[in-house]
């Protein structure tokens, strides 16, 4: 342990317990950000060092097996709530883990979040990709979000206009990437007249097969629980960080051509020009579902995760990475596009050009 700026940091840190992929890796640097007090040395302590890593749950990140920098654990607590008419709005700090929050939300009778529940990580990542599942995405119910700019040292407000939630995309995975650290934002959820989000099929025919016809909160709740244990691998028991590439989205004609050839091909019309194709099926049609190299595969029951058997490196995952992506693209031509954090400055190109 080392004390620089006034912070405590540790020299060396294991991040085996800080990434759902469970990768072996060691910060150089690590310390955890409890609370907004450090927030004022910590651009001079980063300075000081060649690169910074800004660390939530670890459950959308691929690290490497060294990482030569800091990592900023970020671990704000706070959790407050008031209501205003039929709405409540939720103050949450950046380091509340997600899945609790939407827990609490549920045992309170708040409605908006429940879809998303079981998705792992802190709150303050969940503008980071716009987090969504199961009919909903975080820009539902995103209000606003406080961060502290690591270039000016100054907090900063972002509402959803400026936050550019999209797509498993932000202006926190563009223009403003590594430059601020989100430390708490504000949720709209509702306090009653809720408006159940029952869009995705598949939750429709689960609350079908349990002969839910009205459904209440805690019914969604925990009907997506269960979708999401008949599918997902449980990081504690198998590493992953959900699903590895994002859904590509093709413009109608590319997407028409090729269901010209694969009729069978599942599809989603987003609007006139754009159809969403699930990546998984793409990655199972070129047989990769439940194969495994070595530590390294697609998960039997959605080909869409990678997973670390263990003991695998961050060049085993990226180079299995690379053949998913590559056998996609000859034979659909779509170039799969990472949904998860490679956090190596050129991993990926390197082992895409081997
Ligand atoms: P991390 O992995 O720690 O970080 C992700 C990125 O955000 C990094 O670039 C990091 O630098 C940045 N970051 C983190 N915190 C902050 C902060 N406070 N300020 C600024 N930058 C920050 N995602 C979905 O959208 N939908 C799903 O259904 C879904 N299912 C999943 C299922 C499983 C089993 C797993 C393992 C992952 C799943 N994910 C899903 C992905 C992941 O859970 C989300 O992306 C989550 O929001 C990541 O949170 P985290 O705290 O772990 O972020
Ligand atoms: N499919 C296959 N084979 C597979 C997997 C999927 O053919 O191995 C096809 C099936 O037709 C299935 C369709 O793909 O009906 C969609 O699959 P699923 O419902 O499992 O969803 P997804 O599109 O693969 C997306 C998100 C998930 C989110 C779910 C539920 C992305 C990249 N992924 O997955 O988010 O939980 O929808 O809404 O958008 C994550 O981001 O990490 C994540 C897990």
């Not at 429940?114 to 980071?128: D, F, M, Q, V």
């Not at 406080?146 to 206009?161: I, Q, S």
């Not at 609350?207 to 979708?227: C, N, R």
Request: with cysteine; hydrophobic share 40%.
């Amino acid at each position: 342990m080392q004390t620089k700026n006034n912070l405590m940091v540790k020299v060396n840190h294991p991040l085996k317990n800080h990434n759902t992929f469970g990768l072996d890796s060691t910060a150089g640097g690590y310390l955890r950000l409890s609370s907004e007090g450090q927030l004022e040395s910590l651009p001079e302590l980063i300075a000081s060092y060649d690169d910074f890593l800004i660390l939530g749950g670890g459950s959308n990140v691929l690290l490497p097996d060294f990482y030569d920098g800091l990592v900023v654990h970020v671990d704000i607590q706070r959790l407050s709530h008031r209501m205003s008419g039929k709405d409540v709005l939720v103050n949450v700090g950046g380091g509340v883990n997600w899945h609790q929050l939407v827990s609490w939300a549920v045992e309170n009778g708040f409605g908006g979040i429940e879809n998303l529940a079981l998705i792992p990580g802190r709150s303050g990542a969940a503008p980071i990709q716009n987090i969504g599942a199961y009919g909903v995405e975080f820009k539902d119910v995103f209000i606003c979000l406080r961060a502290f700019n690591l270039e000016t040292g100054k907090f900063e407000v972002y509402d959803r206009e400026e936050c550019q939630l999209a797509y498993r995309d932000s202006i926190f995975k563009n223009e403003l990437k590594g430059k601020v650290i989100i430390t708490d934002m504000w949720l709209r959820l509702s306090g009653r007249d809720h408006q159940f989000n029952l869009s995705y099929g598949g939750l429709k025919s689960h609350l079908e097969k349990k002969k839910i016809g009205h459904p209440e909160i805690e019914d969604i709740f925990q009907s997506v629980i269960e979708i999401r244990m008949s599918k997902l691998p449980d990081p504690a028991e198998l590493g992953n960080a959900g699903s590895f590439f994002k859904n590509p989205v093709l413009p109608s004609r590319k997407a028409e051509a090729l269901l010209n050839e694969y009729p069978e091909m599942p599809h989603y019309v987003l609007d006139d020009q754009n159809i969403k194709i699930p990546a998984g099926w793409l990655i199972e049609q070129c047989g990769f579902k439940g194969k495994y190299s070595g530590k390294v595969g697609c998960y039997e029951k959605q080909a869409l995760v990678l997973i670390n058997r263990g003991g695998a490196g961050a060049v085993d995952l990226v180079t299995h990475a690379g053949s998913v992506q590559k056998k996609v693209e000859d034979k659909f031509g779509i170039l799969l596009e990472p949904e998860v954090n490679i956090i190596h400055p050129h991993l990926y190109d390197q082992v895409l050009k081997m």
